[in-house]
């Protein structure tokens, strides 16, 4: 798509990642990417690298609303996605500002474990995700795991989060897609289900080291799409497809699980 040429912006609501594979980095990343400019608001910093994090530090809840509140002032902000929000007053506040946000489409990507096994998420401020934010949302895009805890019921075949997807829906969020790559099988199985239909989106399992900030990248590539004015299936579909292309062109990095390649497309 090349770069941003219609003035339209993307706003991240998510924490920092010193490696720079995951969070805020994979988002402003994808949304160059993409050909959307990217403008952010930090929630959290934290130490990590591809191995394991060492530390996180959440940013004051009032500071996080007074960076969207500065960036939606002066920028044509079609789409917001949130990644990691730390703890239960930062995603109060959020849902807070949201209600003056409402016609700005919301993706939601419900950062709880890191890919190295670390939580990310306060326990009190899952329950706000659930039935705060999610009721503004356009699409919540959990993994397996993120899904087992939303539904709250294990994840073990396709069935499994065909249910799933419908138990989250009654939060009042407009759709869902659970990423598959975690289920056992030859192919990543994504499910789509916006109330009327469940889609399945398939694309090859990809054997890589290089998987570190997949889902902040997917929900993020979506983010970009719906800014550009895509509807939500082309939008998800889209950005499978950059993800699989991120993994195939990623370089080992780190001793861990290493990046994607955000630029591949270039």
């Not at 939580?119 to 401020?125: C, Q, T, V």
């Amino acid at each position: 798509m090349g770069p941003p040429r219609n003035g339209h912006a993307a706003l991240t609501v998510a924490g920092s990642d010193s490696g720079g594979g995951a969070g805020i980095q994979a988002d402003l990343k994808t949304f160059a990417a993409l050909g959307i400019h990217g403008v952010c608001a930090v929630t959290a910093v934290t130490a990590q690298n591809t191995v394991v994090v060492t530390a996180v530090e959440p940013i004051s809840a009032a500071l996080v609303v007074a960076q969207i509140t500065a960036v939606v002032a002066d920028f044509n902000v079609r789409a917001i996605k949130t990644g990691m929000l730390a703890t239960r007053e930062i995603a109060d506040a959020l849902c807070d500002t949201l209600v003056l946000l409402s016609d700005v489409p919301l993706v939601v990507d419900p950062v709880m474990i890191a890919t190295s096994g670390d939580r990310l998420l306060d326990n009190d401020a899952i329950e706000c995700i659930r039935t705060r934010l999610l009721p503004h949302a356009r699409l919540v895009t959990p993994n397996l795991r993120e899904a087992e805890i939303l539904a709250d019921m294990p994840i073990a075949s396709l069935a499994d989060a065909r249910r799933a997807t419908a138990r989250i829906r009654l939060t009042g969020v407009a759709a869902v897609v659970i990423t598959g790559g975690h289920l056992d099988g030859p192919d990543a199985i994504d499910l789509l289900d916006d109330g009327g239909t469940v889609v399945e989106l398939r694309g090859p399992k990809l054997e890589s080291l290089s998987t570190h900030g997949t889902g902040c990248t997917f929900s993020a590539a979506i983010a970009a799409g719906l800014a550009h004015g895509r509807d939500l299936a082309d939008a998800v579909a889209a950005a499978k497809h950059y993800v699989e292309g991120a993994i195939r062109h990623a370089s080992p990095l780190g001793r861990g699980r290493g990046p994607v390649h955000h630029f591949w497309n270039k």
